[in-house]
């Protein structure tokens, strides 16, 4: 990694450390905790913060083994239950600043700033009980969200109308799965349950959308390989996701091409049926050319020896990808990439750099279908995001 990682990562603690001292101050303090307990309830904070920090440190060191993958899933379900803790700490505290605030400017003017007298020890213990509320809700929903997100993938079904769709692919289906996150904590077990999904559903194409796998291609290929068994009568296709670069994307290029997937790399198939044909393009991830120059994701070329007047469709991994794909002249776009958000609040973080982030929109001209991940990454908890497969099947229509 480059100095400005570092840079940014060391930053990043700075922000986490911060927030780790603001909840264990909001804890320890209403708790009137003195002396060792005291001190032990600071070493119990300072274990929170640093136990998911352990194996991020030995993952981008290249450190992988089956000690850092149980340390990974330690990691994950406590930054997962900090996550939601903070969140309801932080919402608990606007209330009560806010609520402050109100009782200051509606007191008497013949009191000055004075507010209403409280019992202090009675304020204290309400701050305290509703701090083990908070914990203990939290803790709940991190039960409830890793049940969400290793839970059975749902199936969407939606149907997509393009007008200059030829009559030969009308209700043609394309199972689109994306956003695995093969790694630590998601292994060929889980792999196994989503291949036999999908083969399942039977679709004339499979599509992946990128991410694959959180780690090297030497220590995941027996937990990807359940992949190498799907098959569809006009293949199954690949595109990287940012994920890949950051595991090494052209050893998993190589290694998604032995598990039988057609990778585009800023390229296109021509589909036939019968008489007729539509075009189906692939593009590297957005953020492929900062990785590896020769990836720089572009639309354009991907689709400039594609046959005028077809049915375009594109995978690609960021919904973002639109802004550039809509000047190729694309019907539809298929991509991943943002979870559906996972789990809030960063569900709502998630719309900030893309324009969609789940379900079927239009874009101008253009259809985009956004999944919300058939796996997860980090924490591994979902809440009202359950993971998905789909089913994108294509029908004729013409334009009113």
Not at 114 to 125: C, G, I, L
Not at 146 to 153: D, G, K, N, P
């Amino acid at each position: 990694p480059s100095m400005s990682f570092f840079l940014f990562f060391a930053f990043w603690l700075s922000l986490i450390a911060l927030a780790h001292w603001y909840v264990g101050r909001r804890v320890i303090n209403a708790a009137t905790l003195q002396g060792v307990q005291r001190r032990v309830a600071w070493l119990v904070v300072a274990a929170i913060f640093l136990v998911p920090q352990i194996p991020f440190f030995l993952f981008i060191n290249g450190v992988q083994s089956t000690l850092v993958d149980v340390l990974s899933w330690a990691g994950y379900v406590v930054l997962g239950f900090f996550s939601l803790a903070l969140t309801f700490f932080v919402l608990r505290d606007l209330v009560i600043l806010v609520s402050r605030g109100i009782m200051k400017l509606h007191s008497s003017p013949n009191v000055g700033l004075s507010t209403p007298a409280y019992n202090v020890d009675r304020r204290r213990f309400i701050l305290h009980s509703s701090n083990i509320g908070i914990i203990g809700f939290a803790a709940a929903a991190t039960g409830y969200g890793l049940t969400e997100a290793r839970r059975r993938a749902t199936i969407e079904r939606v149907e997509v109308p393009l007008h200059n769709l030829p009559d030969e692919f009308d209700g043609f289906r394309i199972v689109q799965f994306t956003d695995l996150h093969v790694g630590p904590t998601i292994k060929r077990e889980f792999v196994e349950g989503i291949a036999e999904q999908v083969q399942g559903l039977k679709g004339d194409l499979i599509a992946f959308t990128g991410d694959l796998a959180d780690g090297s291609v030497a220590w995941l290929r027996d937990d990807v390989t359940p992949l190498r068994e799907l098959s569809a009568p006009h293949g199954k296709f690949f595109v990287t996701g940012n994920h890949e670069y950051y595991s090494g994307a052209e050893p998993w290029v190589k290694e998604t091409g032995r598990l039988g997937f057609d990778v585009l790399v800023n390229e296109y198939r021509l589909l036939t049926q019968g008489n007729s044909s539509i075009v189906l393009a692939g593009i590297t991830d957005y953020s492929g050319g900062d990785f590896i120059p020769s990836h720089k994701s572009d639309p354009t070329a991907a689709l400039a020896s594609a046959p005028d007047g077809c049915t375009r469709i594109l995978l690609a991994h960021q919904p973002r990808s639109i802004y550039a794909a809509k000047e190729t002249a694309i019907d539809l776009q298929l991509s991943g990439h943002t979870h559906g958000g996972q789990f809030f609040p960063w569900n709502h973080l998630a719309t900030l750099n893309q324009p969609y982030i789940k379900g079927l929109h239009r874009h101008e001209n253009t259809w985009i279908y956004v999944s919300r991940g058939t796996g997860y990454w980090g924490p591994p908890l979902r809440m009202g995001v359950p993971p998905e497969i789909t089913v994108i099947t294509l029908r004729r229509t013409w334009p009113f």
